[in-house]
């Protein structure tokens, strides 16, 4: 996890008045202080040094073949990689859902992998954001477990701080939290007319004061910005973010045909029985991932033991990969 998630949960109304006694009691801004998260001057930046050195490798045949190394990372995906993309067999989940699996061999306790794949077509599909259900400082309970029969797919959404949500949050057209702001922080928003925007840091204010989102959400860090571009701080070590550290990740990106893209991480050295167990991928293999499988935008959500996805196969039946706790705000995919 980048952010530690905690407990309360976001409501509207008299809610905003509880999430402004938080923010007094707590002392500190919602904003976690992380070098990137919440910026550093240029020259209070460490020299940069080489990422740790770390493999993915995906199945061909019976062979493992690796198709990304730390010391020859790409800085820009202007494609997805055909061997990690021929890996995956997609399923019809519903009109506008797939979903599959991708099984990857990396480095370290993240020997074994499997990355859980689905792809939302937003045209035919809406997002909507839901709450925990308890308001109380220490609570914030929602899981995929609390998901409405209708939604197709869910998930927890951007990152958490003091018990709430970090950054820009709209419910309903309603703003309950206002954005921050830090380099490496990006918004996905859903307008009335179901068009999904990736909102960078420099221009969420303005976003914010024109676009009039039905759904927004902010998290951290971005993977993927621009078109395929990895931020400078996920190519090197030293310049403000953990690139070494390992861990269950969660993501969301944008397909060049427009389309969503949801990445959850799960270990598979031993199958489900230990997929909750939080080994995994560092950040700028997360991004990597992305990239490879056809990403020109993404934001890494909060992973760690709260990462958990629910989809709904062809039948209706629910597949979940839970994670070990709640989260104040979740992300649910509901047919338009």
């Known amino acids: 996890m980048i952010a530690a998630s905690a407990a309360c949960s976001v409501r509207r109304g008299g809610g905003t008045v509880l999430l402004a006694g938080i923010v007094a009691m707590a002392g500190a801004p919602?904003?976690?202080?992380?070098?990137?998260?919440?910026?550093v001057a240029a020259q209070d930046a460490p020299a940069p040094e080489p990422l740790p050195r770390s493999r993915l490798a995906a199945r061909a045949g019976n062979?493992?073949?690796?198709?990304?190394?730390?010391?020859?990372?790409?800085?820009?995906?202007?494609r997805a990689h055909p061997l990690p993309a021929a890996?995956?067999?997609?399923?019809?989940?519903a009109p506008g859902i797939e979903w599959g699996t991708l099984p990857l061999a990396g480095s370290g306790e993240a020997w074994r992998l499997l990355v859980v794949l689905v792809r939302v077509?937003?045209?035919?599909?809406?997002l909507r954001l839901m709450e925990g259900a308890d308001a109380s400082l220490l609570a914030g309970r929602w899981t995929v477990d609390s998901a409405p029969a209708a939604a197709r797919v869910a998930l927890n959404a951007g990152q958490f701080r003091y018990g709430t949500s970090w950054g820009w949050v709209v419910l309903d057209g309603a703003e309950v939290l206002p954005p921050r702001?830090?380099?490496?922080?990006?918004?996905?928003?859903?307008d009335s007319a179901g068009r999904v925007h990736w909102i960078e840091d420099a221009d969420v204010e303005r976003a914010r004061?024109?676009?009039?989102?039905?759904?927004?959400?902010?998290?951290y860090p971005a993977l993927l910005v621009g078109d395929g571009e990895v931020p400078a701080p996920l190519g090197a070590a030293g310049l403000g973010l953990d690139v070494g550290h390992r861990d269950?990740?969660?993501a969301m990106g944008e397909l060049r045909d427009g389309r969503l893209l949801i990445a959850l991480t799960r270990f598979d050295a031993l199958g489900e029985s230990l997929g909750q167990v939080p080994f995994g991928p560092t950040v700028p293999?997360?991004?990597a991932i992305m990239g490879a499988m056809g990403c020109r935008r993404a934001v890494l959500l909060d992973g760690g033991t709260s990462a958990q996805l629910m989809l709904r196969d062809a039948g209706g039946a629910p597949h979940r990969w839970r994670g070990f706790r709640g989260v104040p705000l979740g992300l649910v995919v509901l047919p338009r």
């Open 87 to 93: 890996a995956v067999r997609w399923k019809q989940a």
């Open 181 to 190: 702001r830090g380099p490496l922080a990006m918004t996905v928003a859903q």
């Open 285 to 287: 293999e997360m991004a």
């Open 121 to 126: 077509d937003p045209a035919r599909h809406g």
């Open 63 to 78: 062979a493992w073949r690796t198709w990304w190394r730390s010391g020859a990372a790409p800085t820009r995906w202007t």
């Open 30 to 39: 919602l904003a976690p202080r992380l070098p990137f998260a919440a910026g």
């Open 209 to 219: 004061a024109t676009l009039r989102p039905r759904v927004a959400f902010q998290s």
């Open 248 to 250: 269950a990740r969660l």
